[in-house]
């Protein structure tokens, strides 16, 4: 990683996490919010880094595979600080089940995961049009980031073997 890039990322980093970790002494609304912002801002930058270097890469190999879980991982955790921030926003985005008690940014990390992989189990529903906007959008990103990664890795591969 370049230094320009580690600056780049600490600097998102660093709001994130002194705003998350204040937010567990003092319920700031705002500082509530800018930490998820800057959590979106952060994962954003991540996955882009992280495909960069897929893209680069001249064969498949376990560390790319690796590296392709885990930006796909980092898109599911970025939508659940989107629908975070959008709950923050406007409130009652969301229908969420009464059983349970979970923290919000469970239900939301919950429920990327469950619409990035398209189970859609509907427990927790998206109520306004903003919400079904996002949830949309994330299904659809999650599927065309397989079909397109994976059709390109094995593309890569299979071109590889066949030199």
């Known amino acids: 990683m370049k230094r320009s890039q580690a600056t780049i990322a600490l600097f998102l980093v660093l709001p994130l996490i002194i705003a998350t970790w204040t937010t567990y002494f003092v319920e700031i609304r705002t500082v509530s919010l800018l930490s998820r912002i800057f959590g979106v801002l952060f994962f954003a930058y991540a996955v882009v ?4 270097i897929i893209a680069k890469s001249e064969k498949v190999t376990s560390d790319t595979i690796f590296a392709a879980v ?3 991982l980092l898109i599911a955790l970025m939508w659940a600080f ?3 921030i959008l709950e923050r926003v406007s409130p009652g985005s969301f229908s969420f089940p009464e059983r349970g008690f979970w923290g919000q940014t469970m239900r939301f990390e919950y429920l990327s995961f469950v619409i990035i992989t398209t189970l859609g189990l509907g427990d927790i529903t998206p109520v306004t049009d ?3 906007a996002l949830v949309m959008i994330e299904a659809v990103v999650g599927q065309i980031y397989l079909v397109v990664l994976v059709a390109w890795l094995v593309g890569m591969h299979v071109s590889r073997k066949s030199r």
């Open 49 to 52: 880094g992280i495909l960069r």
């Open 70 to 72: 885990v930006a796909y």
């Open 82 to 84: 989107l629908y975070t």
């Open 130 to 132: 903003k919400a079904s």
